[in-house]
Nanobody
Framework: QVQLVESGGGFVRPGDSLTLSCAASGLAFSSYYMAWFRQAPGKEREFVAL?????????YADSTVKDRFIISNSDAEETVYLQMSSLKPDDTAIYYC???????????????WGQGTQVTVSS
């Protein structure tokens, strides 16, 4: 069974930093793109960032996320990370780890999902 397990979410203040981790198991890590999506209350699940297994491809959403977030991974550890800085209240969402055989920004193309980790940014 494929498992994607997120960790690192929590409650932070505006301007703080936070790093999320996603540990993958049960799949051929090098055969999938790994990505982060997020979903805020009342909004559709949206693409955040994507990375291929060796880090040669990195995609970011066309938003302010590009300036503040960094996606990275460890193929040896089968883990993907999302480093977030200068966090804003609008970053508040459930963050989902995803694995997809297809390079994509579409949630409908995702093959496997983690169960999500809550990030709350509030003063």
């Amino acid at each position: 069974q494929v498992q994607l397990v997120e960790s690192g979410g929590g409650f932070v203040r505006p301007g703080d930093s936070l790093t999320l981790s996603c540990a993958a198991s049960g799949l051929a890590f090098s055969s999938y793109y790994m990505a982060w999506f997020r979903q805020a209350p009342g909004k559709e699940r949206e693409f955040v960032a994507l990375i291929n297994w060796n880090g040669g491809i990195r995609w970011y959403a066309d938003s302010t996320v590009k300036d503040r977030f960094i996606i990275s991974n460890s193929d040896a550890e089968e883990t993907v990370y999302l480093q977030m800085s200068s966090l804003k209240p609008d970053d508040t969402a459930i963050y989902y780890c995803a694995a997809t055989i297809k390079i994509t920004r579409l949630s409908s193309d995702v093959d496997y999902w983690g169960q999500g980790t809550q990030v709350t940014v509030s003063s």
